[in-house]
């Protein structure tokens, strides 16, 4: 399968426990995003990666969230110190270094903190 | 702010009827408008994009016709079949990075 892939695919954890995600890209996609999506709503932008370099960041992502893409392959979103309002589906997507391109998304991460 | 609707939150259509899902932005220098699928448990699946130097642009039994004077962004399904049952969230992005996605309409297709 050469798709975007999502691990894990679903997370529960308390509440103040910190979690990962990991998202691995199209090969060839050299552009990567972070959406979250709560239940009956689009998906929320939260953090675009260039190659290796973080460009964008939405106001959503707050200071207990972060996002690395190391070696500009996979990613990794962390959240810390989890709250019940973090409870959602951690989208992934990637696409190709062009203007408005077509984003190919993962299956998500669905996060459930109790 | 800037925000991305859709009209109608839940449309029901018979099998091989046309099927129309409809959208207003409000963002007029959004350039880059794109239609996607996503059914239950799944992440959302792209259909179809337009620019917006285009009004209109067709695909496999789906055409996309953009409205820049009143904002407007329609996907029409063609012999809508029950596989197209799912949610259809249109999305728009100025600068071609973070797409600002709409609340989503739901498809359904009855026999």
């Known amino acids: 399968d050469t798709g975007v892939s999502q691990d894990p695919r679903h997370k529960i954890t308390k509440r103040g426990q910190n979690v990962t995600f990991r998202c691995d890209p199209i090969?060839?996609?050299?552009?990567l995003y972070w959406y979250r999506q709560t239940l009956g709503q689009g998906p929320e932008f939260l953090t675009y990666?260039?190659?290796?370099?973080?460009?964008?960041k939405s106001r959503l992502l707050s200071d207990r969230f972060s996002a690395e893409r190391p070696k500009g392959s996979f990613s990794t979103l962390e959240i810390q110190r989890t709250e019940q309002g973090d409870s959602a589906m951690y989208l992934c997507a990637s696409s190709l270094d062009s203007y408005g391109g077509e984003q190919f998304f993962g299956p998500g991460t669905r996060l459930t903190v109790l | 702010g800037e925000s991305v609707g859709l009209h109608l939150p839940t449309l029901s259509v018979q099998e091989g009827d046309n099927s129309i899902i409809n959208c207003a932005y409000s963002?007029?220098?959004?350039?880059?408008f794109i239609w996607y699928k996503q059914e239950s448990g799944k992440g959302p699946q792209f259909i179809i994009d337009i620019r917006s130097n285009m009004d209109k642009r067709q695909g496999q039994r789906v055409t996309v016709l953009l409205n820049k004077t009143v904002k407007h962004l329609s996907l029409q399904i063609a012999a809508t079949q029950p596989g197209d049952s799912a949610v259809y969230f249109c999305a728009e992005s100025y600068g071609g990075y973070a797409l600002n996605f709409g609340k989503g309409t739901s498809l359904l297709v009855t026999p």
């Open positions: 990666f260039q190659n290796e370099a973080q460009l964008e």
């Open positions: 963002n007029s220098a959004s350039d880059y």
């Open positions: 090969s060839e996609h050299n552009r």
